[in-house]
């Protein structure tokens, strides 16, 4: 199983530790890759360093990698974190539609529909969450479907998106993971 992050060199790899660590200890098989828009190869900020340190992970060998087509068209799962960010996934792979979503989207819709029922594949969970979405939400800004970027900011605003990122995750994981 692969799931792939995308979003920028801030975001992206604290989604990416955070999401991997939670899906370790509830021992689904999985990939966990982030991957963003911009060129690859950029270290993890020092900010992010320390945020995630704060949480016993070290992202600080992380380098960025630029998303294509292929990684979309492969990921069981896109998460976004930015309705900017999934509109451009979209794009690239439209095949990918029905199974990326921002963070913060997958999380509503999935608590709105429920936990994955016991031996429902993610796919077909996904495909439920998905249901009665339209393309037309992709327009525009969503503050309400976003992380907060914290680039350029003070350090409090890393732990801010650090800590935002950890209990999306959780949530996330609950539903989609937690009895599988």
């Known amino acids: 199983?692969?799931?792939?992050?995308t979003a920028n060199v801030c975001r992206s790899p604290m989604a990416q530790a955070l999401l991997a660590?939670?899906?370790?200890?509830?021992?689904?098989?999985?990939?966990?890759r982030s991957a963003g828009l911009l060129t690859g190869g950029q270290p993890s900020p020092p900010?992010?360093?320390?945020?995630?340190?704060?949480?016993?992970?070290?992202?600080?060998?992380?380098r960025s990698?630029?998303?294509?087509?292929?990684?979309?068209?492969?990921?069981d799962l896109t998460l976004a974190m930015a309705r900017e960010h999934l509109r451009e996934a979209v794009v690239l792979a439209p095949e990918a539609w029905p199974?990326?979503?921002?963070?913060?989207?997958?999380?509503?819709?999935?608590?709105?529909?429920?936990?994955?029922?016991?031996?429902?594949?993610?796919?077909?969970?996904?495909?439920?969450?998905?249901?009665?979405r339209q393309r037309m939400a992709l327009l525009g800004d969503s503050p309400g479907d976003d992380v907060a970027d914290p680039i350029g900011g003070p350090q409090a605003w890393y732990a801010e998106t650090a800590a935002t990122l950890r209990q999306l995750v959780d949530q996330?994981?609950?539903?989609?993971?937690?009895q599988h």
């Open 47 to 62: 900010e992010v360093v320390a945020a995630m340190t704060a949480y016993g992970l070290d992202v600080a060998a992380h």
């Open 99 to 132: 199974r990326a979503f921002t963070l913060r989207e997958l999380v509503r819709r999935g608590s709105a529909i429920g936990p994955r029922k016991p031996g429902e594949d993610l796919a077909d969970w996904l495909a439920r969450a998905h249901d009665g």
């Open 172 to 178: 996330l994981a609950t539903l989609a993971w937690s």
């Open 65 to 75: 990698y630029q998303v294509t087509a292929a990684d979309l068209g492969r990921a």
């Open 1 to 5: 199983m692969l799931l792939l992050c």
């Open 21 to 32: 660590e939670r899906l370790a200890g509830l021992g689904p098989p999985a990939s966990v």
